[in-house]
């Protein structure tokens, strides 16, 4: 499947790239401070990576769990992103370099330890972190720890391709019908 996601990634990013600069553009209009993000995350294995995004928050609001950060550290054009998911699209950029998968458990900060030892328990961290993912799909955050892990354990046990395709059509679907999403980190 790493192939496929190189692939597709690299298609991604070639054809958001129009979209990927008027967000920028956009994001810097908005306010102060740079339009990309980058963030210690926890991967496979257990191992920090460096996960980019878009930028939705305010310079200055730290590095917590999106469930834990309050509205209003949320700027304008980043409520637009979040619920569109499209902070997410550089992060195609961690796919090509092999730190994500399109499909997996989405990456966690290294203070969240209660959903790294619980994702360790599951048997989650053995697959690469996912740009979208089935718990996202069925609307589980990170404010349920063990739920999540549950479920992303569930997932690296059964993963497959026909599976991780229809996560990520669950994921557009989601997003273009506006059902309720997991507000993800």
């Not at 200055?60 to 999106?66: A, E, I």
Request: proline share 5%.
């Amino acid at each position: 499947m790493r192939v496929l996601d190189s692939i597709f990634a690299a298609i991604g990013l070639i054809l958001a790239a129009p979209l990927m600069l008027v967000i920028i553009w956009l994001i810097r209009r908005d306010s102060e401070g740079g339009a990309m993000f980058n963030q210690i995350r926890i991967g496979k294995g257990g191992l920090p990576f460096t996960c980019i995004k878009f930028r939705t928050m305010a310079v200055g609001t730290g590095d917590r769990p999106t469930h834990k950060v309050q509205t209003a550290s949320v700027t304008k054009i980043g409520h637009i992103l979040r619920r569109t998911k499209l902070d997410e699209l550089p992060q195609l950029i961690n796919v090509l370099k092999g730190e994500m998968a399109l499909v997996g458990p989405r990456p966690c900060l290294p203070s969240q330890d209660e959903l790294i030892k619980a994702r360790m328990a599951s048997g989650a961290l053995t697959v690469l972190p996912g740009i979208t993912g089935l718990a996202q799909v069925h609307g589980v955050d990170m404010s349920a720890p063990e739920r999540l892990a549950s479920i992303d354990g569930y997932y690296a046990a059964n993963r497959n391709f026909c599976g991780d395709l229809l996560i990520i059509l669950r994921t557009f679907t989601h997003i273009a019908y506006g059902k309720k999403s997991a507000k993800t980190a």
